[in-house]
């Protein structure tokens, strides 16, 4: 009887910890990429407003529901080149994509049979998504998919005889509400069956998120591709949560309350957690200050202040997912490549300090960051000190420092948890000089 009881439990087991094994193979896939392009693309570029907010709120776009529903009419991005893309991608030093397949307006960027609101019903009039995801495989670049639950333009998720910004953010008091839950399942679907491997799926559900029942979909995309991401913006916490143009103040653990745009930031860590205590996130930033392409941002971000977001990211053990959004016709702007192109030289230098890293044992240094990766402790020098780089608190003994600029030896002494490091002679970077402590 004992051992029948054994066994019933080791089978009862087995799957929870196929699970397991699971979740931190996509994890670990996660973490160590560190780096992705997010892409923010659709027939809103034509008239440089934000996907889908022009008819949610409309006011200060400078264009009527009407105008913004007949863009697709006149949306031919014939200089849409997707291997150009991926191997700006790559050029850049990011390790995945993710691509707006759908957003809050419901317009599909994919030729989804349960729509007419989509790209293949445009004067272009190809499935945009079908050739990313070629693009990307053939070039080995994970792909996922921004989905939004919301879909403005379906009548189950809200009467299309109103205007969107009456009842954006859906009715699911309505009885034709699972009809709407039926139709997200049948595009899932779609995209999970269609294009290859999806490295995530990248929700983003506004408010009230449980009513889009995420279990659901959750079992959806688990059973249907077991190594897809999930990310915190269906009603559950998924595989990571999501800061949006921001970066959390200290390294999130489980169960921490890292809202999109909120910075009262719940469960932050007060010193670097376990490893069985972080939570992982990533955190979803633009170059410029809009999603979408806009001809009139120009507030847009330094190559510093960039790569020190990615920098930053990593220090707390979190992704950086920067933005791109493409031109009408399908080229991403200049201002965006060279700077895309300046990340991608300093991460040829200085990459192993960011890929596979996790965040270090010291979160609060006045000049810069460090991340962490098996015995090795990088430094990253933002503000370089006028003559000694001092960090306390250290708890392991260096053997060795090297500049990874150059791999030249760095002098130092250590005396208890004191380290201290001469500056003379350590070649500066003026985005982030990197220095790798050789721990024992």
């Known amino acids: 009887m004992q051992c029948r009881i054994l066994l019933t439990a080791t089978l009862l087991a087995a799957p929870l910890l196929a699970a ?28 440089s407003v934000e996907a889908s907010w022009p008819i949610m709120t409309p006011g200060k776009w400078g264009i009527s529901e009407a105008e913004y529903r007949a863009l697709p009419q006149r949306f031919d991005p014939t200089h849409f080149d997707p291997a150009a893309w991926v191997r700006l991608a790559k050029a850049a030093g990011q390790r995945y994509m993710v691509f707006t397949s759908k957003h809050h307006d419901g317009f599909c960027m994919f030729d989804s049979q349960y729509a007419d609101y989509k790209i293949t019903k445009t004067p272009y009039g190809k499935d945009i998504l079908k050739q990313l995801a070629d693009a990307a495989k053939a070039e080995g670049m994970p792909l996922g998919f921004y989905y939004s639950p919301p879909d403005l333009s379906h009548p189950a998720y809200r009467d299309t005889s109103k205007p969107a910004s009456t009842n954006w953010r859906g009715e699911p008091a309505r009885p034709e509400w699972p009809l709407y839950l039926d139709y997200m399942e049948l595009q899932l679907r779609e995209l999970l069956t269609r294009y290859g491997n999806v490295f995530v799926i990248w929700f983003d559900g506004l408010d009230n998120q449980q009513k889009y029942a995420g279990a659901r979909f959750h079992e959806l995309i688990r059973s249907t591709q077991p190594m897809t991401l999930i990310n915190n913006r269906i009603g559950l916490t998924g595989d990571y949560v999501t800061p949006e143009q921001r970066l959390p103040k200290g390294i999130p653990r489980k169960g921490a309350s890292v809202g999109a745009t909120d910075p009262n930031d719940q469960g932050l860590a007060d010193a670097p957690p376990g490893p069985e ?15 979408g392409y806009n001809k009139n941002d120009t507030r847009f971000k330094s190559s510093t202040q960039l790569i020190r977001a990615l920098i930053d990211a990593a220090s707390k053990g979190g992704n950086f997912l920067l933005n791109v959004g493409p031109m009408p016709d399908g080229i991403i702007q200049p201002e965006f490549e060279t700077r895309l192109l300046a990340i991608g030289d300093w991460l040829k230098v200085n990459g192993d300090a960011i890929y596979g890293t996790t965040y270090g044992p010291l979160q609060s240094l006045p000049f810069g960051r460090m991340t962490a990766k098996g015995k090795t402790l ?6 370089m000190p006028k003559d000694t780089i001092e960090l ?10 090297k500049a990874l600029d150059g791999n030249a ?12 490091i001469p500056v003379a002679g350590i070649k500066r970077d003026p985005h982030a000089t990197v220095l790798a402590l050789a721990t024992r």
């Open 20 to 47: 397991d094994q699971l979740q931190s193979q996509r994890l670990k896939a996660f973490n160590d990429a560190k780096f992705g392009m997010f892409i923010h693309w659709g027939p809103y570029s034509l008239a």
């Open 277 to 291: 205590e972080f939570q992982p996130w990533e955190t979803c930033m633009t170059i410029n200050e809009t999603w």
């Open 392 to 401: 306390d608190g250290l708890k392991v003994r260096v053997a060795s420092i």
């Open 409 to 420: 030896a760095v002098k130092f002494t250590q005396s208890g948890g004191k380290l201290s």
């Open 378 to 383: 990088y430094l990253h020098i933002f503000d």
